[in-house]
């Protein structure tokens, strides 16, 4: 079976820029959460969808956005971007809350 | 709020010697702890996860150990190899209220292993 995949895996960015990046997790895995990791730091948590709801959002900004869709992939939106939004952003994906989860590769975004 | 400690930050060490990394965390209300491998600019390996009602789990060179109440977790490797070399991360996740099923994570421990 196919892991959490995610794509694009590198993309740079100017600042005030949007971007959109995109999740699909693990067959019959119904939960997706979206973390950012800063280099040097371990990730943080900024959504948490299941069943298409959010479930929970971490404290950034409401430049960044996210949805679930109804086959379950998901995407993350960031608007304005800025120079600190350069990280690694990773997604995970659980059969449901609070089970194991499981990450995918991450896009790395670079905002010059 | 949750905080997840990690201790060393960094570890340099020769082949084949037994390694322990600490973890340690704010709130014993955890549903399970989880232990990832990093590779540089990779995504995360699920190496261990425990539940709260367990004291340890074991694969291969890997043994983690959990102390719920007194919010701290280790985790063993045996007999290290250069292929181990990575970043090791802890994660906990909360077992109730808006926080249930998001990780908290450490800031990972490096971890070199040298031929």
């Known amino acids: 079976d196919a892991g959490v995949t995610q794509s694009p895996t590198h993309l740079i960015k100017t600042r005030g820029q949007h971007v959109t990046l995109r999740c699909s997790p693990i067959?019959?895995?119904?939960?997706v959460s979206w973390y950012q990791q800063v280099l040097g730091q371990g990730p943080q948590f900024i959504f948490q969808?299941?069943?298409?709801?959010?479930?929970g959002r971490g404290n950034f900004p409401d430049r960044f956005s996210a949805r679930q869709f109804p086959n379950y992939s998901s995407e993350l939106n960031v608007n304005a971007l800025l120079l600190g939004d350069s990280a690694l952003y990773l997604c995970a994906s659980s059969l449901d809350l609070p089970y194991e989860q499981y990450f995918g590769p991450g896009t790395r975004l670079t905002v010059t | 709020k949750q905080e997840v400690t990690q201790i060393p930050a960094a570890l340099s060490v020769p082949e084949g010697e037994n390694l322990v990394l600490n973890c340690s965390f704010t709130?014993?209300?955890?549903?399970?702890l989880q232990w990832f491998r990093q590779d540089p600019g990779k995504g995360l390996t699920s190496l261990l996860l425990i539940q709260s009602s367990q004291r340890e789990q074991t694969s291969g060179r890997l043994n983690a150990s959990l102390d719920k109440s007194s919010g701290r977790s280790t985790l063993y490797i045996a007999a290290s190899q250069p292929g181990d070399s990575a970043t090791y991360l802890c994660?906990?996740?909360?077992?109730?209220?808006?926080?249930?099923?998001?990780?908290?994570f450490g800031r990972g421990t490096q971890l070199t292993v040298w031929p």
């Open positions: 969808y299941y069943e298409k709801e959010e479930r």
């Open positions: 067959s019959g895995h119904k939960s």
């Open positions: 709130d014993s209300a955890i549903y399970n």
């Open positions: 994660a906990v996740t909360p077992d109730r209220g808006s926080t249930l099923g998001r990780l908290y």
